[in-house]
C-alpha cells in the first residue's frame, strides 16, 4: 500500500508542478502582449492621408511625437502594381517635434500620367511611409492606414523613386 500511495503522491506532484508551469508561462505571454500593446498605444493615434498634391500626417495623442520622418510615398489600386509617387523638391522631409493634435503636410510632385495630371494615375490611393519617434522614445513605421511596425533601430533614410 504504501508504493501506491507514493506513486499517487509522485504523481499528483508532478501535475501539479506542469500546471503551476503552464500558468507561468501563459502569465509571461500575457504581460509580453499587455506590453507591447502599451508600447504601441500612442504609435497607433499618428495617421498619414493623402487629397490631391499634399500628404499629411495627423497626430491624435495628447502627447508629441519627438520625430516624424517622411520616408516614401506611393499609390496603389487593387489589382494593379503600386506606382512610386515623388515628394516635391526641396520640401523639409523631418519634422521635430510634431506637438499633441497636430497636424503636418508634404506637398507631392506633379506628373502627367495617360492624360491625367497629378502626383498619381486616376483611381489610385497614395499612401505615405513615416518613420516617427514616439514620447516614449521607441521608434514606428507605418504605411498609410496599416498597423505602425516597431523599428528596432533609428529611423530609415528618405527615399525617392
Do not use: C
Not at 62 to 69: A, I, K, T
Not at 95 to 116: F, N, V
Amino acid at each position: 500500500m504504501t508504493d501506491a500511495w507514493t506513486i499517487g503522491s509522485t504523481v499528483a506532484t508532478a501535475a501539479a508542478t506542469l500546471v503551476a508551469l503552464g500558468v507561468a508561462v501563459n502569465e509571461s505571454r500575457t504581460r509580453v502582449r499587455e506590453r507591447a500593446d502599451r508600447d504601441a498605444a500612442q504609435a497607433r493615434l499618428l495617421l498619414t492621408r493623402a487629397r490631391g498634391e499634399t500628404a499629411y500626417v495627423d497626430n491624435y495623442s495628447d502627447q508629441p511625437f519627438l520625430e516624424v520622418w517622411w520616408i516614401s510615398a506611393d499609390a496603389v489600386k487593387p489589382g494593379s502594381p503600386a506606382v512610386p509617387v515623388r515628394y516635391a523638391s526641396g520640401e523639409r522631409r523631418y519634422i521635430r517635434p510634431l506637438p499633441a493634435r497636430g497636424s503636418s503636410l508634404i506637398r507631392l510632385a506633379e506628373h502627367t500620367w495617360d492624360g491625367h495630371s497629378g502626383p498619381a494615375p486616376r483611381d489610385f490611393t497614395v499612401r505615405a511611409t513615416v518613420h516617427y519617434l514616439d514620447a516614449s522614445g521607441l521608434w514606428w513605421s507605418r504605411t498609410g492606414n496599416e498597423q505602425p511596425v516597431r523599428l528596432l533601430t533609428s529611423h530609415g533614410e528618405p527615399r525617392d523613386p
